[in-house]
């Protein structure tokens, strides 16, 4: 089965084909950071709107490098939520449309359950059942998974999520949108032994997460050292930058072991775009090495928002025989636990 799937829950334009049998033929990513930049943030009409000029050359181009014809395209796939509702709206509508007119089965796929199966893209695919930790810009789950759509939430953040957490330090400290990779970059020339950042709810027992006091520690932190400059000096950022991401990793990691000990799971799975942080996956290797327990997760690229993890996702669930009504779906809010195993329709 071979199945095009298309991204638009935020602020990137995914498309891709993945073929059941050939793997993912062909995959493009356009990322409107630039677009949103000086705002500091997504700006959601202005992201709606780029999605509708990029869609449709993007999947025009994405079909002519996948070698196929609209007619060798077996169902559509497409991002229905968790999301910004005008995002969502564009990919959906394009999505659905383009199914009715070549008479194939559309599916609106859950953006984070196409997080959690991205890493099925790779060589070497994780095998059920297993952990998921889900860290993205929007959410921070941990996940029981059975299977595809047997999901049990054991955690998750009370307030930010960690990459919004990321993000609003890097903000703080100058540097740009999205925070994860910038602060990553500032935090390789810190000392980690300058500051030591809280590791929240680690002191109690537990799985749920909350990152909005290390927001308020670190805006404390950057206020101290401000001086009459109005922000601290280059080593002092960087020294922060560090301390923050020793935090949210740390944090992270010992939630996980916390989780893989009370499930008794024997692998963890990591996705979204915090997942794509080299200290956390190195922090999660040397803990779990021990344990005799691996940890999977997918290629950079892959973990940050595409549309290889939606047409990977959707073709799981339509060579099962799911497949929509007519409807156009978009759910800003969609919880994982609600979805259905492949084969019916959410
Ligand atoms: O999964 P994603 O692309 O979009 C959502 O579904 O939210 O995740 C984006 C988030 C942003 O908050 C970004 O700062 C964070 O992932 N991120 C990172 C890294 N790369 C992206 N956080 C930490 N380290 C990174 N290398
Ligand atoms: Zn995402």
Not at 82 to 97: H, Q
Not at 106 to 125: K, S
Not at 262 to 275: F, H, M
Not at 280 to 309: H, I, K, S, W
Request: glycine share 14%; hydrophobic share 45%; aromatic share 6%.
């Amino acid at each position: 089965m071979r199945v095009l799937g298309i991204e638009t829950s935020c602020d990137e334009t995914g498309v891709a084909v993945y073929d059941s049998a050939a793997g993912l033929l062909a995959h493009d990513l356009y990322s409107q950071i630039d677009l949103h930049a000086c705002y500091g943030g997504v700006v959601p009409e202005l992201a709606s709107r780029d999605h509708v000029r990029r869609l449709l050359p993007m999947i025009r181009a994405v079909l002519a490098r996948a070698g196929c014809g609209p007619d060798a395209i077996d169902g559509v796939a497409y991002t229905a939520g968790p999301g910004l509702i005008g995002a969502l709206m564009v990919g959906g509508a394009v999505g659905r449309s383009l199914a009715y007119a070549w008479g194939v089965p559309a599916i609106g796929v859950h953006h984070m359950e196409g997080h959690l199966l991205a890493p099925m893209l790779e060589a070497e695919p994780p095998a059920f059942p297993f952990l998921a930790l889900l860290v993205s810009g929007g959410h921070t789950q941990l996940v029981g998974v059975q299977a595809i759509g047997v999901y049990e939430l054991l955690g998750e953040s009370l307030d930010d999520a960690a990459g919004e957490a990321f993000d609003k330090a890097a903000k703080m400290l100058g540097l740009g949108y999205p925070g994860g990779p910038e602060i990553a970059r500032l935090a390789a020339g810190g000392d980690p032994g300058r500051f030591r950042f809280p590791r929240p709810m680690t002191g109690r027992p537990g799985l749920d997460f909350s990152f909005s006091g290390l927001k308020t520690f670190t805006l404390n932190t950057v206020a101290d050292y401000a001086g009459d400059a109005g922000i601290p000096d280059a080593q002092t950022r960087a020294d922060i930058a560090c301390a923050f991401q020793e935090a949210v990793v740390d944090t992270l990691v010992i939630k996980c072991g916390r989780a893989l000990d009370a499930t008794g799971l024997p692998t963890l799975v990591i996705a979204g775009g915090v997942s794509a942080n080299r200290l956390l996956r190195e922090r999660l290797e040397a803990a779990l090495a021990p344990r005799g327990a691996r940890v999977y997760y997918a290629r950079p690229e892959f973990c940050t928002d595409n549309g290889a993890m939606i047409a990977y996702a959707g073709c799981r669930r339509l060579a099962a025989g799911g497949g929509d009504d007519l409807a156009i779906r978009a759910l800003p809010r969609w919880p994982i636990t609600s979805l259905p195993p492949p084969g019916a329709t959410p």
